[in-house]
């Protein structure tokens, strides 16, 4: 898969041509031309200026901003549903955006016909809209009803059913618009390991959210976006720990966040610093990521630089949930690795053939010690990471099982 | 890409979308498809009482009136029902044209197509009516009637043309849609519809002023082709070929100008 995005000076102006009446008038039109001249330029908004960006194949950006800062807009030029005024947007692959979810239903025909017209034009055939029907319906979760009329359906299965079309379709590059906030909580559970999955699998993604921690466990980078200009860009946390600090206005009361925090790394660091934890990041699938579906491979990669050449060393990683609770530990001590020298900076990953956690949000601190215990740098709350599931797991522990049964009977499906 | 060519690409979804339409249309209705059928059959039982029995208009070569008229009106339904619905076929689709990826010729397109489909389920009434009438010897059936998919060549091509003016039209001017209804109103007087321009009395001025209009030649190509059994004369098809081609070309021009704002303004 590839899918990228190419914005390049890209600048964004709406005009509207009546100023009295909302709708532009006949008489406006034939009248305009010479009035126009001695009455006011007709009303602009410059609603996206100068942007710049460019997203790889496989990354995950997310936009942020206060309402009408571009967002959208920005969504809709990368969806090809807008034009720029200037500047170019280049897209490479099949893009879906994920605005509205089931905007093009309509009312009076079948959820399955809906599904094939919006499948279509998402860019599907026919047949490959056919295959993947059990598994939209299985999705969305609304069975039988999908032969029904879609004016029926309650909002959630609008919203289900727009939203499984939407990823259906195998897109390259996914546009989503706060759609993780419009269902309950089960259906955004389920979307949210559903587009961790995709994440894994390279789909290159641009997401608008007010959601600030879904956007840091989400995404690699940010930009921020203030009345159509650039404020900023790069990592996730920067951007938003920047945004954050805007919207509080400055002032100091502001909730602790562990995105600042961690930033911050006041009482979450210590050591000697003969050996420093430069970077450490969790990769799932083929990028970085902080969404992580439960079962699937992963990795942490801890990149170190070396102030001071060490021949007692240990790498080791602690996993807590969020409330504090301690879910397991490792270091290459316990798994046998004898130190030997530590002179040049590198890199260590600790490999999960399949995270089996439950969902939910995890801390990690991440060190490097001797092995009495005496830290060169010793990283609290290191990384963040958000666990996803389309079942809502108790516990943290959620292992591959099944049951096997004598006797009882089950409905079948 | 020119729009013919787009539409084209996009055929399957234009067809999947035709029947969305006429789906949606029938809908919950309890004779469903019959009604495109019965429509048609309905209106010209109430031609044949209206124009048999109270109204007797006599024009040359226009007897059985119901049946004159109807074979005019015909088209014409088509084309003024395709061309009222221009007026709001994006609009009404505006939430697919602003969410999804959709090249926006194709909603006018399928306005067309729908009426098309309506048209093309009235003529085996007309097909039965002229032969009753034969069978009864008030009119001799036209046996020209099989070239009536020729005769709809140039209503296809100036409706379509029209459809896409209008569709554009419709999302800057919201007034297009009153405006659209008098000039249909105009037109389908200014027509040869329930009068044949030979028999008409009137001063020759209004008379060359009439037979201006360019749909003249559309419908005269029609009825002679269904009603009267005869192919009109070279220049009438041609001249009837000239306004469809004319009519798409400028429709696709004026649909091309507003296409890159139609999203925004939706």
């Known amino acids: 898969m590839r899918g990228a995005i190419r914005f390049a000076g890209v600048r964004k102006v709406y005009r509207w041509r009546g100023r009295r009446t909302r709708h532009e008038t006949l008489k406006g039109a034939l009248f305009h031309r010479r009035l126009a001249r001695r009455a006011a330029a007709p009303e602009e908004h410059v609603a996206l200026d100068d942007i710049d960006l460019e997203v790889g194949p496989g990354e995950a950006v997310a936009i942020v901003g206060p309402n009408g800062s571009g967002k959208s807009t920005f969504l809709k030029l990368a969806g090809g549903i807008l034009r720029p005024t200037s500047g170019s947007v280049e897209v490479e692959g099949r893009v879906t955006a994920l605005i509205e979810l089931g905007a093009g239903f309509h009312p009076e025909i079948t959820g399955r016909e809906n599904v094939l017209i919006n499948g279509m034009l998402l860019g599907l055939g026919r047949r490959e809209i056919e295959e993947r029907m059990p598994e939209i319906v299985d999705f969305a979760q609304i069975g039988s009803f999908i032969d029904q009329p879609v004016k029926i359906y309650s909002s959630g299965m609008y919203v289900r059913l727009g939203f499984a079309v939407a990823v259906a379709v195998d897109p390259d590059v996914l546009l989503i618009d706060e759609v993780l906030s419009v269902g309950d909580e089960a259906f955004t559970r389920r979307c949210l390991d559903r587009l961790a999955r995709m994440r894994q699998q390279g789909v290159t993604m641009v997401l608008v959210s007010h959601d600030l921690d879904l956007v840091t466990s989400f995404a690699d980078r940010a930009l921020y976006l203030e009345r159509g200009r650039v404020v900023a860009e790069g990592p996730a946390d920067a951007v938003v720990a920047r945004y954050r600090s805007d919207v509080a206005g400055g002032s100091d009361d502001r909730q602790p966040d562990l995105g600042r925090a961690r930033m911050e790394e006041e009482g979450k660091r210590w050591g000697t610093g003969d050996v420093e934890i430069v970077s450490v990041e969790s990769i799932s699938g083929s990028a970085t990521q902080r969404l992580i579906p439960s079962g699937s491979p992963c990795r942490l990669r801890i990149r170190y630089r070396v102030k001071q050449p060490v021949e007692d060393f240990v790498f080791g990683i602690a996993w807590h949930r969020i409330d504090g609770v301690l879910v397991g530990g490792h270091n290459t001590d316990l798994d046998g690795l004898v130190p030997r020298k530590l002179a040049a900076d590198g890199e260590v990953s600790c490999v999960y053939d399949s995270l089996q956690l439950a969902p939910g949000d995890y801390l990690l601190?991440?060190?490097?010690?001797?092995?009495?215990?005496?830290?060169?740098?010793?990283?609290?709350?290191?990384?963040?990471?958000?666990?996803?599931?389309?079942v809502e797991w108790p516990g943290v522990w959620a292992p591959p099982h099944r049951w096997e049964c004598q006797g009882p009977e089950w409905e079948s499906e | 890409m020119t729009v013919q060519r787009l539409l084209w690409r996009h055929r399957a979804l234009i067809a999947v979308l035709v029947r969305r339409e006429l789906d949606a249309r029938y809908r919950a209705s309890f004779l469903g498809f019959f009604w495109s059928l019965l429509n048609p059959l309905l209106l010209l039982a109430v031609y044949t009482v209206v124009f048999t029995y109270i109204f007797h208009p006599r024009f040359p070569g226009g007897d059985p009136y119901p049946l004159f008229l109807f074979s005019g009106l015909l088209p014409w339904l088509f084309f003024s029902g395709a061309v009222l619905d221009a007026s709001i076929t994006l609009v009404d689709n505006g939430p697919l044209l602003a969410k999804?990826?959709?090249?926006?010729?194709?909603?006018?397109?399928?306005?067309?197509?729908?009426?098309?489909?309506?048209?093309?389920?009235?003529?085996?009434?007309l097909l039965a009516a002229m032969a009753v009438a034969a069978l009864a010897g008030a009119h001799p059936?036209?046996?020209?009637?099989?070239?009536?998919?020729?005769?709809?060549?140039?209503?296809?091509?100036?409706?379509?043309?029209?459809v896409l003016a209008v569709s554009a039209l419709s999302v800057h001017y919201r007034d297009m849609r009153d405006l659209v209804g008098h000039l249909l109103n105009l037109f389908f007087f200014a027509s040869p519809i329930i009068y044949s321009l030979d028999g008409l009395q009137v001063p020759s001025l209004l008379?060359?002023?009439?037979?201006?209009?360019?749909?003249?030649?559309?419908?005269?190509?029609?009825?002679?082709?269904?009603?009267?059994?005869?192919?009109?004369?070279?220049?009438?098809?041609?001249?009837?070929?000239?306004?469809?081609?004319?009519?798409?070309?400028?429709?696709a021009r004026v649909f091309a100008h507003y296409r890159e704002t139609l999203v925004e303004a939706v």
Request: hydrophobic share 55%; glycine share 6%.
């Open chain 1, 365 to 390: 601190d991440v060190a490097v010690h001797a092995r009495d215990g005496l830290a060169y740098d010793y990283w609290r709350d290191a990384v963040r990471v958000r666990v996803t599931s389309a």
């Open chain 2, 100 to 125: 999804v990826m959709c090249p926006p010729e194709i909603f006018p397109a399928v306005t067309v197509l729908a009426h098309l489909v309506h048209h093309l389920l009235a003529l085996p009434v």
């Open chain 2, 141 to 162: 059936f036209p046996w020209t009637m099989w070239l009536v998919p020729l005769a709809l060549v140039p209503w296809i091509l100036t409706t379509g043309g029209t």
């Open chain 2, 207 to 251: 008379r060359r002023v009439l037979a201006l209009n360019p749909l003249a030649s559309l419908v005269t190509v029609y009825r002679d082709v269904v009603f009267t059994g005869e192919i009109s004369s070279f220049e009438t098809w041609l001249t009837a070929l000239a306004v469809g081609v004319i009519s798409w070309w400028l429709g």
